[in-house]
Nanobody, 122 residues
Framework: QFEVEESGGGLAQPGGSLRLTCRASGVTLQNYAVGWFRQAPEKGREGVACIKPTIDAIFEADSVKGRFRIGRDAASNLVYLQMNNLKPEDTAIYYC???????????????WGQGTQVTVSL
């Protein structure tokens, strides 16, 4: 059993940027598919982006393409989500999920953290 931890959330103005970070104790994240998904108040979960293990193929939701970027920092054993040109509709709790083999289209990650709040507002 290991713990997944998200960080980097906060308040940003429309058009601003935030960088979320995902860490997991006791595992090498490069060996896992790592994805970000979000949940806004009174809405269902929405997959944002995911990076596959080994080949690092990336999947991004249409709603964030061109604005968000997922990537790995292997030296620091973390996965980040760089969020640029933020919009009020990006407001949500953002979760980091891990799956040993693939990016699950139904967001059925095997491990995930407590989430980090992102609020986009003037």
């Amino acid at each position: 059993q290991f713990e997944v931890e998200e960080s980097g959330g906060g308040l940003a103005q429309p058009g601003g940027s935030l960088r979320l970070t995902c860490r997991a104790s006791g595992v090498t994240l490069q060996n896992y598919a790592v994805g970000w998904f979000r949940q806004a108040p009174e809405k269902g979960r929405e997959g944002v982006a995911c990076i596959k293990p080994t080949i690092d193929a990336i999947f991004e939701a249409d709603s964030v393409k061109g604005r968000f970027r997922i990537g790995r920092d292997a030296a620091s054993n973390l996965v980040y989500l760089q969020m640029n040109n933020l919009k009020p509709e990006d407001t949500a709790i953002y979760y980091c999920g891990l799956h040993q083999w693939y990016c699950p289209s139904d967001l059925s990650y095997e491990h995930w953290g407590q989430g980090t709040q992102v609020t986009v507002s003037l």
